[in-house]
């Protein structure tokens, strides 16, 4: 019988899930904005991603206060112990049917290059889209914000630099869902709640 | 009150036009609809009689009207003569040059046939004569008015032998029968002229072409005959005869919003679309506000006139005297015809380029425009030529974006004088090119009637004008979609000083990004596969 712990509280799967969705959608969305294929056209993609994005922020309210009244922002804070042994283990351990160096506990959901990757994300990636995103969508008052000497084409490609970093973080992250005790066992986590250690 | 008067008029003009029967269509549609107007022309003793020229009409008109002649030699419809007061430029029909016909002074009687008067042939014409003001031509209701080419835009009640001696005859209209049923101005008494213009219905303008005489929705949603049914007077609010919207310094950014009752006195363009739709036009849909923020860029135009020459008639885009002058083995002048059998050469006009439902290139553009002048040297080694040239920039906080016919013109210059020439091409004489089919001659009897030297060399120049694009505006379901422009090849390509999604990407940031992309990718899928095979060994 394989241990079970309980890791993910349903608003946390909830807002997990929700916003995976809205982020892809988004980057879908961007494809058209960015002429890089057709897939709703320019003007309804406009508006969609408006409308993601607008969703997402409503999100992110509910989702910063969970953070903060729970103290789950703690999971967050970056640590340096047990790093290498992470890049030890993606590297070969992983190979080798090694024992995962991580611990999870409801304290310690996230391995410690999780916790990098995720400090990462919040405190660069997501301020770079979310800063961008705020001024393309305000970009009729800047000149009254005193911002007018912010070029479009600036904003833009901060925006499209954040994108970018967020396929790529998307991209290892559905990638490493499948690095658990079992191939399956970060998802089912992600749904159920339960991770299976060992 | 007002649109019932106009849809009678045009209405009755269209039928007309498209050959229905006057009286059946006409006529039963003016019993139905009670005038609006308190004068009815036809109850005026004045007029109750033949009349065998123009000028005896208008001596008629000015017994009561005392002050219409004066308000119309003060227009440049009676001057054909314009001062630029940003640059002082002399323009109006009779100064400037273009790339279709070239110019108007040694061919006048036949290009005055659109002059708003009677018989100005020559210098000799006395524009200070009241009676040879030409009320008809706005004013006709009836669609059977006629002006005679050649005889500077004589009108005559009976025929005539033109020219005396001839036996050609003229046949004359009935003044009398036109003079009694006056009314406003339509979309066809303007367009008697300006849909003509360059010699030829849709030639010049693009936007102005004979469909436009009863337009559906889709060519024209404000002047749908069947619609809104606007005349060309309803957006050029006309006082005193002074038509407003200028060709030589138009509205390019018009900043002062809808225009109230009582704000005419401060001024401004009436013609422009913001003087009714005020500078934030778009109030409902997902995108208003976006689109409203466009406007402070892109012209109303840009966007609501996705093509011109669109009601069907066909308008030049090019035009090269350089290869006129051909004759077929009896030394008689060709014409030659494309598929549809338009013509598109002609020995005594050279070849054509001709287009229908054309697509505008776009410019920055704040309503400047320097025109090339007879006297003004031009520089062949940097062709083409402006015959005009328009300014305006993304930084200059006066221009938009519009769409422009560019005509686009061969045209001969004088090779030692370095300036462009008049030639003189209508006409039975012996310098007329287009019966002589000599240049030399051509030019020479034409610059000496513009008073102007000419040294006998000549070759041609590429020339080009550019021609704001502001009619034939679409309904606003037929505007141009956001992807016209918000596409790696849009339509904006190529104008600079503007950010636009889709088009304008940062190459290094596409090229290092994807490039990232891929590479983790591969990376994610290299570790997966290791993983799977040395699961497997173990």
Known sequence: MTERIYIFKRFERFWHWSQAALIIFLMVTALDLHGTMTVFGFADAVVYHRTAAWTLVGLWVFAIFWHLTTGEWRQYVPTMTNVTAMIRYYLSGILKNAPHPHRQTQLQKHNPLQRLAYLFILAVVSPLIWTTGWLLMFYGSLGDWGLGWLTLEWIAVGHTIGAFLMLIFLIAHVYLITAGATPTSHLKAMITGWEETH | ?538
Not at chain 2, 73 to 84: A, C, D, G, Q, V
Not at chain 2, 223 to 250: E, I, K, N, Q, W
Not at chain 2, 298 to 313: D, K, L, S, Y
Request: neutral net charge; aromatic residues 8%.
């Open chain 2, 1 to 538: 009150m007002g649109k019932i008067m106009h849809s009678t008029i045009s209405l009755t003009a269209t039928a007309l036009l498209a050959g229905c029967l006057f009286l059946a269509g006409g006529g039963s549609a003016e019993a139905a609809l009670p005038k609006t107007t308190t004068a009815d022309h036809g109850k005026f003793k004045e007029l109750q009689r033949d009349f065998a020229t123009g000028p005896e009409v208008t001596k008629a008109c000015l017994s009561c009207h005392t002050e219409a002649a004066e308000q119309v030699h003060r227009t440049k419809h009676w001057t054909w003569e314009f001062i630029n007061t940003e640059n002082n430029q002399k323009l109006g029909k009779k100064n400037v040059l273009n790339n279709f016909c070239i110019s108007i002074p040694q061919n006048t009687p036949f290009c005055t046939t659109c002059h708003v008067g009677y018989g100005w042939k020559d210098s000799s014409f006395d524009f200070s004569n009241q009676e040879l003001v030409d009320c008809l031509v706005c004013h006709d209701t009836t669609g059977t008015y006629k002006k005679i080419p050649g005889t500077g835009g004589m009108a005559f009640g009976k025929d005539v032998e033109l020219p005396p001696g001839s036996g050609r005859i003229v046949k004359g209209v009935d003044l009398g029968m036109i003079a009694r049923d006056v009314g406003k101005t339509s979309r066809d008494t303007c367009g008697s002229c300006h849909f003509y213009g360059g010699g030829g219905d849709g030639v010049k303008h693009g936007d102005l072409d004979s469909s436009m005489a009863a337009p559906d929705t889709d060519l024209d949603v404000h002047m749908d005959a069947l619609g809104l049914d606007f005349t060309c007077g309803t957006c050029h609010a006309t006082s005193s005869h002074d038509v407003p919207g200028s060709r030589y310094t138009p509205t390019a950014k018009d900043t002062g919003g809808a225009h109230m009752r009582g704000k005419q006195a401060e001024g401004g363009n009436p013609a422009t679309c913001v003087a009714c739709h005020d500078t934030t036009p778009h109030k409902t849909g997902a995108h208003a506000e976006r689109l409203n923020h466009h406007a402070g860029t892109v012209a109303c135009q840009t966007c609501h006139i996705p093509e011109f020459a669109r009601g069907g008639v066909a308008t030049k885009m090019a035009w090269d005297w350089s290869t006129a002058g051909e004759r077929d083995a009896q030394g008689k002048q060709i014409v030659r015809r494309d598929e549809k059998g338009k013509i598109i050469y002609e020995s005594r006009k050279g070849d054509f380029v001709l287009g229908t439902n054309v697509k505008p290139e776009y410019r920055w553009f704040n309503g400047e425009i320097t025109y090339t002048l007879l006297d003004d040297k031009i520089d062949p080694t940097h062709q083409p030529i402006g015959i005009n040239r328009i300014n305006g920039s993304a930084s200059d906080g006066k221009s938009l974006i519009w769409p422009m016919k560019i005509m686009r013109g061969k045209q001969p210059y004088d090779a030692d004088n370095m300036n462009l020439v008049t030639p003189h091409t209508a006409g039975d004489d012996d310098y007329g090119y287009w019966k002589n089919l000599n240049w030399a001659k051509a030019i020479e009897s034409g610059m000496k009637d513009s008073g102007m030297p000419f040294s006998g060399k000549f070759d041609f120049v590429s020339t080009e004008m550019y021609w704001p694009i502001t009619h034939m505006v679409a309904p606003k379901d037929k505007a141009l979609a956001c992807v016209e422009c918000h596409a790696r090849e849009g339509r904006l390509a190529g104008i600079d000083g503007i950010y636009l999604f889709a088009q304008h990407n940062n190459r290094w940031v596409d090229s290092i990004g994807w490039t990232l992309v891929v590479l983790t990718l591969l990376g994610v899928m290299g570790h997966g596969l290791i993983r799977i095979v040395t699961r497997k060994k173990s």
